[in-house]
């Protein structure tokens, strides 16, 4: 296939995806991903979020807003809001969750990424936005890592949430095995939005259990082992599941310690993101074939595309 899906067409590139490919399973789309994507604009007024192993004494320093400004700078994995990243292409959003009070008078679950970010609801209200506007897309909501939360929390809090948001008919139900489902079975019943929950059984019928896919960690802070790490996942015989290939960079403490001004961004994502892309596209086609969904920090437009038009161009 060599049709090209345009930049104009980008917000609503599933609809325009050949039929060979909507008719196929989900889990051999190709679909951009945003690393932790609600850790944009992270909030330097509140305090350290607690998904991070911080120790007394940072968290000490943290009192002081110069150093929330240096975790700001190394937390924040995304320039785009989370419209902005939907309205560019990506369709699987990576969150972690942490309850906790952001008004006085009431807790909910807020993003966080080392710092907060939005409020839950809101973020599914953005989500809920582009749903409306946008036909025949769907997304991928992976909850996958959540913070001073029990399984009852999680139910009262977040699914709560989401049912407050979403009306449960877009809601994918959990019936369906996406090695064999395909983007065509999903859209044309009307399902918009598939939730990936934190635990290893389903949550009511409609939160995918985290075993519905495959995302491993590569925990590297070096260009080169990151490409060896991704290469040895292609190179793995291809999960019958949702599957992600992670081009992300983890910063260590000495990075940070030596480059406090710099940022992840600058230091490590950029980087990462490009030789990810370049990584792929020098893929043999049967390589290609077996990506699914690839995640990335600071996923703009042009880095979109390139993950898509795989879906075209093999």
């Known amino acids: 296939m060599s049709l090209i899906i345009s930049n104009l067409l980008m917000v609503g590139w599933m609809s325009s995806l050949p039929e060979s490919r909507k008719t196929s399973p989900f889990s051999t789309l190709k679909i951009p991903g945003s690393h932790d994507s609600g850790a944009h604009n992270l909030h330097v007024d509140m305090p350290l979020a607690h998904d991070q192993k911080f120790n007394k004494f940072v968290r000490q320093l943290s009192k002081t807003r110069i150093v929330r400004r240096v975790v700001k700078r190394w ?54 936005t582009f749903l409306d506007t946008y036909d025949y897309e769907v997304v991928i909501l992976d909850i996958n890592h959540i913070y001073r939360m029990s399984p009852v929390d999680f139910v009262q809090f977040v699914v709560d949430a989401l049912l407050a948001v979403f009306p449960i ?19 044309s019943k009307g399902y918009r939005l598939v939730i990936v929950g934190p635990y290893k059984q389903a949550v009511e019928s409609f939160i995918y259990s985290d075993l519905t896919i495959r995302n491993k960690w590569p925990n590297k802070n070096r260009i080169n082992d990151l490409m060896n790490f991704m290469r040895l996942e292609i190179l793995q015989p291809t999960p019958k599941r949702i599957h992600v290939l992670q ?40 390589e290609k074939e077996k990506i699914n969904v690839v995640l990335l920090d600071q996923v703009t437009q042009p880095v979109a595309s390139a993950i898509i038009n795989l879906n075209t161009d093999i």
């Open 75 to 128: 937390s924040e994995t995304q320039n785009l809001d989370i419209l902005e990243q939907l309205k560019a292409g990506v369709r699987y959003l990576d969150i972690r969750l942490e309850l906790t009070t952001y008004k006085k008078e009431s807790i909910e679950p807020m993003l966080v990424h080392a710092l907060y970010g939005l409020p839950a609801k809101m973020f599914f209200e953005q989500v809920k």
């Open 247 to 286: 081009g992300v960079i983890t910063a260590r403490p000495a990075d940070i310690i030596l480059h406090p001004f710099s940022s992840l961004r600058k230091m490590f994502s950029e980087k990462a993101t490009a030789s990810t892309l370049e990584l792929i596209s020098g893929l043999r086609d049967t």
């Open 169 to 187: 008919e877009i809601i994918c139900p959990t019936s369906y095995d996406f090695s064999k489902t395909s983007l065509e079975d999903i859209a």
